[in-house]
């Protein structure tokens, strides 16, 4: 059963760091575009940082470049996303979706995280002091 597991989403102050994983799990992630993207009460999902299939080309909106950082480990099992400096604007439920990367960029995906085949269940960030 092909399967996404995120992990790693709690409460921060502003300012704070969290580290979230993405665990593959029937399949592994060379063949696909991953992104992470967050969906915020009553707000559209959004892409914040995609990653290519060889892991050699990512993506991020002007909101978190330079404060995120997408990787994919060696493995080709795991996607992390390091989130630095985070603010309350931060705070939403952080999803892991993948797609086969045939036709897709790293960028197309986040810009329309509907295009995303494979979603895992959601990891909550909150920041607040």
């Known amino acids: 059963q092909l399967q996404l597991t995120e992990s790693g989403g709690g409460r921060v102050q502003p300012g704070g760091s969290l580290r979230l994983s993405c665990v593959f799990s029937?399949?592994?992630?060379?063949?696909?575009?991953v992104g992470w993207f967050r969906q915020a009460p009553g707000k559209e999902r959004e892409g914040v940082a995609c990653?290519?299939?060889?892991?050699?080309?990512?993506w991020y909106p002007d909101s978190v470049k330079g404060r995120f950082t997408i990787a994919k480990d060696n493995a080709k099992i795991t996607v992390t996303l390091q989130m630095n400096n985070l603010s309350p604007e931060d705070a939403a439920v952080y999803y892991c979706?993948?797609?086969?990367?045939?036709?897709?960029?790293?960028?197309?995906?986040?810009?329309?995280?509907?295009?995303?085949?494979?979603w895992g269940q959601g990891t909550q960030v909150t920041v607040s002091s």
């Open positions: 029937g399949f592994t992630s060379d063949n696909y575009i």
């Open positions: 979706g993948a797609q086969r990367g045939v036709f897709i960029t790293a960028q197309a995906l986040c810009s329309n995280p509907g295009r995303a085949t494979y």
């Open positions: 990653i290519s299939k060889g892991g050699g080309t990512t």
